[in-house]
């Protein structure tokens, strides 16, 4: 029983200290929601600054402050990308509107054409999987004209751990086209596929 207890003492001392640490490390930060919303706006347009300028260094340096914002506003625990965590929140209710390309670190969903085809692309942000430590962000290529070739049989295609040269200026909607375009090039070999029926 002494010893039990003191596991416990112990357990209890190392929870108390973790919290002391993130207190510290996000006193800057919001506590809440409401505030949460409009700071997290502005470190999109800050991280988009800082991809438009090839400022890696930056652009991963603001990724890793919302992770710790969404870790504060979660009270220090994980799950901050769960379905109701607050990092899926943030991400939600700063999306760029439907149809118009988003900035770098901002989630939306938008139309490209990538040749004669037309691709439906859902962009991933800075709570993306891989975005603390991939530079460029995961993102879905959805076929729109399902009776064309496509760069993939089932009409979908996830382009994950995408790698190049970040470039200045390069936005979020002609990265996204380069690489399904790449992708047509190297990957099939500059031939679209048909899709499968389901």
Known sequence: MTQLGFADLLTAAAEDNARHQLDKATSHLPGTMGEAVPFYRGMIDQHHAAMMACDIEQAMAIREEAHRLAEKLNGGRTGIIAPHGPGTALARHTAAREGVPPLWGQEGSFT?????????????????????????????????????????????????????????????????????????????????????PV
């Open 112 to 196: 490209v054409t990538v040749g004669l085809m037309r691709v439906r692309i859902e962009m991933r942000g800075m709570f993306g999987i891989g975005a603390t430590f991939c530079l460029f962000p995961h993102f879905a290529a959805h076929a729109i004209d399902r009776d064309q070739p496509f760069l993939s049989e089932t009409g979908y295609r996830s382009f994950m751990g995408v790698t190049g040269d970040l470039i200045p200026g390069l936005t979020p909607e002609a990265f996204a086209i380069e690489a399904c375009a790449h992708h047509v090039r190297k990957g099939l070999k500059g031939r679209l596929v048909p899709i499968k």
